[in-house]
């Protein structure tokens, strides 16, 4: 088949969504399928365009053979993004990918976020009579409503266009199970859906001894190390982290929490906590080196701001389970990042902005080693039964040529009544 696949993010973006959209597109081509990819700048998680593209309007890559070629189209990029500014963003990349050449793709991929790229997208492929699917990542209309990031009539207009895209596509894939709810919620036909998983997509092997790793971040032997990793925006709420910091200083706790990552609050979180000695910042590291930072730790942490409970699932998780470390997952109750930490059996669930609770459970969970070995076991096997990139790869072919099927019929069909 020749495959379109359009997605704002992508390599070397190694956090967020990017890493799934490349390896699709790498997975797909290595099934023998012509893959073209459209995508923008690198610039996530610092809102900053890569210093590898900041030159020239668009790049072209070069095709070879079993793998994609890669288009970036050059975009606005907000340095501190709001709502509005993303939203903006989103118009900008959705404007590129919409008047560049596509050739004839057989079908054409879409993820979101970002939503308006993907509505645009949807909408020139149908005009064009292509068949064109979605992978849905994050809820946008859920997202509104749980951030509180624009008002009721904002959140009406979000809901209507997420609505409006996923029914006007050929099929729709979500990344969790929970997902269905709230899209039939809005409207979207429950036989439209699939569900496939994001997989593990880091090298599970450590390339580093830990000790090392440990002695090169200043960690003591007595530490007790909680990394959270990832983004740092509004959604993680990571002032919590801050309070919980300081009140292990204040015990003289051998608690440490570390923010491994960057984001658009980074900046003001580092203000805040420069007078914090139990909390530490760590810049983004290369690939190779994450999966040695993850396994140093002693646990592994998920923090989300109360409040936020169906519009994402943390990608982060397929890392941490892999890693064999136990997860605290500072999060609502009822939400899906709860869900999956109990499905997984791999962690703990503590109130989402109750930082004496996320002090304590550390603490319990550093004074018993043998729960350690059991949650981090638990995390590894579920990676490994349910989060199989080769299983997820499998069914986005067929997801693919399911749709390429549709769309033929569709044109048989309209010769015939021609």
Known sequence: MRILVVGINYAPECTGIAPYTTGLADGLAAQGNSVQVLTGIAHYPAWSVHEDFRDRRTYRGTAVAGSPSVTRLRHYVPSRPSMFRRLRMEL???????????GRPDVVIVTSPALLSASAVVLRARLRRRPVGVIVHDLYSRGVKETGAAPATVARLVGIIESWTMKLSSGTVVVHERFIDSLVGIGVTPTNLRVVRNWVHVNQEAQERRADVRDGLGWGADDIVVLHSGNMGVKQGL???????????????????VLMGDGSRRADLERQARDVSRLQFVAPVAEEQYTSLLKAADLLLVNESPGIEEMAIPSKLTSYFACARPVIAAVGRQGLTSGEIARSGAGVVVDAGDPEALVAVAEQLAADPERIAVLGENGCSYASSMLDRSAAIAA???????????????????????
Request: glycine content about 4%; hydrophobic content about 45%.
């Open 396 to 418: 986005y072919g067929q997801w693919c040529a399911d749709l390429a099927a549709s769309g033929q019929v569709l044109a048989d069909q309209r010769k015939a009544w021609r």
């Open 239 to 257: 002032e919590n982290v801050i309070d919980a910091a300081r009140l292990a200083e204040e015990r003289d706790s051998k608690i440490r929490f």
């Open 92 to 102: 900008s990349f959705a404007r590129r990918v919409v008047l560049c050449r596509w």
